[in-house]
């Protein structure tokens, strides 16, 4: 999606977004809430950076760029260590699902570096397909292809991020 010039078709173009970008807040934060906090801080970052948006990738893209940063900077903020006499009052099954989920987030940050890595249009396939949680459909709509294509590139970027961790060991 291109920006046309204007205030109105920019902020009209931001709202079409909105519903994609609070599924993709709620991926992150995995509660309704903070996914609604994140997006709605997402879209006012992006409002006041607008100027910045070149174009290189679809405004999709860019809004759940700015929201993953915004969360990956939220996240180091509340991720201040805690003194050990803090967490002796946790029960063990508590820190062994906190454990997992370190983990778990681990991996996530793992395929994101990985993704970064990858050329376009596998990067943005996969981005809008697993965090934007869009159909293949609306995938092709986006880059005006069919859904076969959108299908065959994001199982291909699928493949390409599997196969770059295999390299590196990581599973």
């Known amino acids: 999606m ?19 970008v609070l599924r993709y807040a709620l991926f992150l934060t995995k509660d309704r809430e903070s996914a609604s906090e994140l997006t709605q801080e997402t879209f006012l970052k992006a409002m006041n950076s607008i100027g910045s948006f070149r174009g290189d990738s679809s405004l999709l893209t860019w809004l759940c760029s ?48 990985v993704l970064h890595e990858m050329p376009d249009p596998y990067k943005e396939v996969f981005t ?23 299908n065959v590139t994001f199982f291909r970027a699928k493949k390409m991020i599997i196969s770059k961790l295999i390299q590196r060991g990581i599973i």
């Open 2 to 20: 291109t920006l046309k010039k204007g205030k109105d078709n920019i902020i009209t173009s931001l709202q079409t977004e909105y519903e994609a």
């Open 66 to 113: 700015i929201a993953r940063n915004t969360w990956i900077n939220d996240r180091k903020l509340a991720h201040r260590s805690v003194p050990v006499s803090e967490t002796e009052d946790i029960p063990d099954d508590r820190k062994a699902a906190f454990d997992e989920l370190i983990a778990q987030r681990d991996m996530a940050m793992k395929i994101h570096e």
């Open 128 to 150: 809008l397909r697993i965090f934007g949680e869009l159909s293949f459909k609306e995938i092709a709509a986006l880059f005006g292809k069919s859904e076969n294509w959108g």
